[in-house]
């Protein structure tokens, strides 16, 4: 069994969440949505395999107004025409700052997404995804477990 780094050095953890909290007001001050966000924490999340994530940011991006159309086909978000223009964008963000390095597809990518988003939005996604990068990695070292769940959310016992 790991130690849990979160656990361990309770005051790290609690810096993380500060850091967190300070990126999460300023991308809503630059213009990026609530929805937009969970977007990029659940993508990312989903390509580092970070189950602890995945679990906590379909459950956030369901209580920011996401559809579960979107969130089940989330995957596979190049290949239908559901997510809007600033949606796309985000997700192309997530992925480029998520699979590094960067590659001429995901420059290009990143050059669409920051037409789409303006600076200060388009920075903004950056900002969440390595925050969202960070707390994958701190979860999967530590081994968050997910816990079952009922389709209210409620924890299964």
Same mark, same amino acid.
């Given at each position: 069994? /790991?130690?849990?780094?979160?656990?361990?050095? =309770?005051?790290?953890?609690?810096?993380?969440?500060?850091?967190?909290?300070?990126? /999460?007001?300023?991308?809503?001050?630059?213009?990026?949505?609530?929805?937009?966000?969970?977007?990029?924490?659940?993508?990312?999340?989903?390509?580092?395999?970070?189950?602890?994530?995945?679990? *906590?940011? +379909?459950?956030?991006?369901?209580?920011?107004?996401?559809?579960?159309?979107?969130?089940? *086909?989330? =995957?596979? #978000?190049?290949?239908?025409?559901?997510?809007?223009?600033?949606?796309?964008?985000?997700?192309?963000?997530?992925?480029?700052?998520?699979?590094?390095?960067?590659?001429?597809? +995901?420059?290009?990518? *990143?050059?669409?997404?920051?037409?789409?988003?303006?600076?200060?939005? $388009?920075? !903004?996604?950056? #900002?969440? !995804?390595?925050?969202? @990068?960070? $707390? @994958?990695?701190?979860?999967?070292?530590?081994?968050?477990?997910? /816990?079952?769940?009922? @389709?209210?959310?409620?924890?299964? /016992?």
């Amino acid at each position: 069994m /790991r130690p849990a780094l979160d656990k361990v050095i =309770p005051e790290a953890w609690q810096a993380a969440e500060e850091f967190a909290a300070a990126i /999460r007001r300023a991308a809503l001050l630059r213009g990026l949505s609530v929805q937009e966000s969970e977007f990029v924490k659940l993508r990312a999340s989903q390509l580092n395999a970070c189950a602890f994530c995945v679990d *906590l940011h +379909s459950r956030s991006a369901r209580r920011a107004g996401i559809t579960q159309q979107k969130l089940d *086909l989330l =995957p596979a #978000w190049r290949e239908t025409g559901l997510f809007d223009e600033r949606e796309r964008a985000v997700l192309a963000v997530a992925e480029a700052a998520t699979m590094l390095p960067t590659t001429d597809e +995901s420059d290009a990518d *990143l050059v669409g997404a920051r037409s789409v988003l303006g600076d200060d939005a $388009f920075v !903004a996604a950056e #900002w969440v !995804a390595v925050t969202i @990068n960070a $707390f @994958n990695r701190i979860s999967i070292l530590s081994r968050h477990t997910v /816990r079952p769940r009922d @389709n209210e959310g409620r924890i299964i /016992r």
